[in-house]
């Protein structure tokens, strides 16, 4: 019953977060102004910054979750992890292929080696290999744990991408919303990129919520099986 | 007895080990060596003089061949059940982290060296920077490598991937430590002032302390049997 309801509202959250990216799109093509210095290419930028924020959000979910895992050793914690982690990776494969084709015009070239691209590439690296040890050791249970010790280390790597901007020579942009000064973008713009935002934020915890649903329900399942052949053998 | 003991013991052992049974130590010796004579052979120096790559391609042999010899220090007590005996023991789960990766920091800080004299000498670099200045920058290097190979080194050997995880969860931790790395390195050779290095060398101390701390923290997740 709880998953169900669980299941409902992640749909609800899918389709209002489907809504305002439609909006977003309508948005960028029909209302917000051209950016002088880069002309329409810099409208990928609505696509790219809400893609980076929603990885970011997913893995730091993946890593709070993951250490809630270690602490309580409760499934629900674990099956949050894997349903973030999914959502993480998608969302980060947008946004690291988003980046380049802004580049491309921007900068001139696809990829840069500066450090806020490496160490977002190494970080989406990290979660992938989330899933490789999860699924490549034999006891579940071990498998859980190293995937969740996986995480919390990868994710020290969030504060430092966040910082990689001032703290070494970077082509990359710095912020231009959450500044000491307050957003220096053009409010039109502004308004844009936080319609985007909210589309991308619930649409994935929309998708979070369903697959952690569906995990759980997942686990419940092979647990009764296990029951029943127990008694069965028994 | 006191922790820093329990470490100096557990690295003892597992320096015995290594030096008794010398076939991982072997292998490592020969794989930079090989490395070393690989990259003089191919690298055309009329294009690229030895000088702009011989720190990027020292760090990276060092990555490789440390990745590549540190899952193997759980090897020989995995093989025959001795590293549950270690852990039954009242040695903290820290300790023995800590100590396993001593040991490992002196088999690297071993091929460390052996790297950067093969290197430098098949690739003709001659005037290779002072020798101190170099040392420091491996220094909080190595610790870094070390502590995060031992780490994740543990977690392979129960992986059905084995060997080849290691790499896959170590590498995209250690670019960052590369990095600086050879960047520092460069600059050594490059006969740079100190002032431009020291930034880099506090950042791979800043890696190294992280690294120690996170392991010893985290170790005994990977380690309750």
């Known amino acids: ?113 500066e450090p806020r691209l490496t160490l977002t590439l190494l970080l989406w690296f990290t979660y992938l290999g989330y899933f490789l040890v999860r699924g490549s050791v034999a006891d579940p249970r071990r498998g859980k744990r190293f995937a969740a010790v996986v995480a919390i280390v990868g994710s020290l790597n969030i504060p430092l991408i966040h910082v990689s901007v001032s703290w070494f020579r970077s082509l990359h942009p710095g912020p231009v919303v959450i500044k000491p000064e307050g957003p220096t973008l053009h409010p039109d713009m502004l308004t844009t990129l936080l319609v985007s935002l909210a589309g991308f934020t619930m649409v994935f915890l929309g998708l979070f919520a369903f697959r952690y649903s569906i995990e759980l329900a997942a686990r419940r399942q092979a647990r009764a099986e296990d029951a029943a052949l127990a008694g069965g053998l028994a | 007895m006191t922790e820093l003991r329990w470490t100096w013991l557990i690295a003892r052992k597992d320096l015995n080990l290594e030096f008794r049974a010398g076939g991982r130590l072997l292998s490592m010796i020969a794989f930079v060596v090989l490395a070393g004579f690989l990259f003089g052979f191919a690298l055309d120096k009329g294009q690229v003089p030895g000088r702009a790559v011989v720190a990027s391609l020292t760090w990276l042999t060092v990555l490789f061949a440390s990745t590549a010899g540190a899952g193997r220090i759980f090897d020989t007590e995995e093989e025959d059940g001795a590293f549950r005996h270690v852990l039954l023991t009242p040695v ?11 040991a490992n920091l002196a088999l690297t800080w071993l091929i460390t060296a052996l790297s950067f004299i093969a290197l430098t000498s098949f690739l003709g670099v001659r005037t290779s920077g002072s020798l101190a200045a170099h040392a420091a920058i491996f220094l909080p290097g190595t610790i870094g490598l070390s502590a995060t190979a031992t780490f994740f080194g543990r977690m392979s050997r129960h992986s059905n991937l084995g060997d080849s995880l290691l790499p896959v969860l170590t590498f995209p931790l250690l670019a960052p430590l590369v990095f600086f790395g050879a960047t520092a390195s460069a600059r050594v050779f490059m006969a740079l002032p100190w002032d431009e290095i020291s930034s880099l060398v506090r950042l791979l101390w800043a890696f190294a302390i992280g690294s120690v701390a996170v392991g010893a923290v985290l170790f005994h997740h990977v380690t309750d049997e």
């Open chain 1, 1 to 113: 019953m709880e998953s169900t309801r669980v299941r409902t509202a992640g749909l609800l959250l899918v389709w209002a977060g489907v809504a305002a990216i439609l909006l977003m799109h309508w948005m960028v093509v029909f209302w917000v102004p051209t950016e002088a210095a880069q002309g329409v290419v810099q409208r990928i930028f609505y696509v790219h910054v809400p893609g980076a924020w929603t990885t970011f959000l997913a893995f730091g979910i993946v890593a709070l979750a993951s250490a809630a895992y270690l602490w309580l050793e409760d499934e629900r914690a674990d099956a949050a992890a894997v349903a973030a982690a999914e959502g993480g990776l998608i969302f980060g494969a947008i946004m690291l292929i988003s980046g380049p084709l802004w580049g491309r015009v921007a900068w001139g070239t696809y990829w840069t080696w």
């Open chain 2, 92 to 102: 903290s789960r820290r300790a023995v982290f800590l100590g396993k990766t001593v």
